[in-house]
């Protein structure tokens, strides 16, 4: 019986706080954080070790008597003209087409020495009149940019129409008759680099015969077996060179007939093509 009173008086003094006792389950153990580690020491070690770079290629030697690249061949100068002032070099030729009005031209001309060409031509108004001639020209001098000359034609003209029936047709506009006999001076202006356009100049003459006279009156009487005309004109322009052999070219010029039947001023305007062949 005392122990049990005894047992009793100290359950009472005890602290409540001693009565609630966690599970031992529920108690967390704070856990000590671990230290970061400390970086490692680059002083340490073998130092690193770089690679070389690859050998340069070795170059070939250079040497002046091997060509490495390529080299163009040298463009040769173009001397074939068919309405400048220079003869064709000797043993060369030259063919011209020409349309134009009021005349188409075509004309061929051959080298005989190193001054003198000899050739023949075709004039034609649009087929209404056509005349083949006879052409020559002569080189005065020649220093390589300037030439002067002299040319000649002479060609018998066939007209579809009677010189009677005829009104401002082929005669009227060309100042041609039957025969036509014209002598030129050139001047031809070509500077010395390889594809310089050579200009010329033609000023020339024309006489014309006339064999198929007629009576303009009743009482104008008969006229005169042969009649004789007289024209003169001026014609400029240039061969643009397109390769060594061959140019594009082009003229402008204005005639003056004389006769009261042909039309006073007559342009001219032509483009054609030179080249040898």
Known sequence: MTHL????????????EDEWVAPPSSVVTPREEASPAAPPDLTEGPAPQWAEPPPAWPEPPVRRSQVLQRVLPPVERNTISAFGASALPAGR???AAVLGFPLIDL???????????????????FFMMNEPKLLARFNFFDTGVVALGAAFEGGYAFFVQRAPVETRGARWLTGRRNVNLQPSLLLSIQPKARRAPRIFFDLHYLLTLDFEGYATTPLGGLPPDVIVGHNGGLRGGAELPLSASTSFMFSFGLDIQGREEDARMMPSIAVGLVTSI
């Not at 047992?7 to 003094?13: D, F």
């Open 5 to 16: 009173l005894l047992w009793v008086v100290l359950a009472q003094t005890a602290s409540p």
């Open 93 to 95: 030729r030259a063919q």
């Open 107 to 125: 004309r061929a001309l051959f080298a005989l020495g190193g001054r003198f060409d000899l050739g023949l031509g075709f004039n034609s108004y």
